[in-house]
């Protein structure tokens, strides 16, 4: 069962009827029936062009409610791989197995279950597999990893953000399974 949300709560924007319809026509094309599309408070989802919570919710950055109609479909696609791959609900269950190991041990356990969650799950959800296959998504969406490479430079672009090591690793490997595809 699919949700469709105009209002984020606590706001008075809406997100425009456009991305709620390429939501419903990829999501329908990706095969994912549960999910919600809604516009975050940028307090929240700070420099992220979107996000997926764990009860399958897409976050939409405020930032980027004007993209072109290319970068819109890129980010919806990307987000519904995550919850193709529940990547949302991996974290969630990582985070909360951590959290029941504490008391194992409070000295050491308790030091490296906070480093990786602050160094790891918490900027970047479950590493960078996870990003490329959410990334793969999109490609299958799109058709193209052009149109992704582009789409993640404007909202990279959008956010203020820079194109990190792993982002270019990424590109390059989805640029190769292109090129595979092509044979």
Request: aromatic share 8%; proline share 5%; with cysteine.
């Amino acid at each position: 069962m699919k949700i469709r949300c105009h209002w984020m709560q606590g706001t008075k924007r809406s997100l425009p009827d456009v991305w709620l319809n390429d939501a419903d026509i990829i999501a329908k094309k990706l095969g994912v029936q549960h999910y919600k599309v809604k516009l975050a408070p940028q307090i929240f989802i700070g420099a992220n062009p979107a996000m997926v919570l764990p009860d399958d919710t897409i976050l939409i950055n405020p930032k980027i409610v004007s993209v072109t109609d290319t970068a819109r479909q890129y980010v919806l696609a990307h987000e519904f791989g995550h919850v193709r791959h529940r990547h949302g609900k991996k974290a969630l269950l990582i985070f909360l197995l951590l959290c029941a190991l504490i008391p194992l041990s409070l000295v050491a356990y308790d030091f490296l279950a906070g480093l990786y969650i602050a160094l790891r799950i918490m900027p970047h959800g479950l590493g960078e597999h996870a990003e490329y296959q959410a990334d793969a998504v999109a490609f299958e969406a799109l058709g193209s990893p052009l149109a992704v490479i582009q789409a993640q430079q404007e909202l990279l672009h959008a956010v203020n953000g820079r194109a990190d090591g792993p982002r270019v690793r990424r590109w390059i490997r989805l640029t190769t399974l292109s090129e595979k595809a092509q044979e």
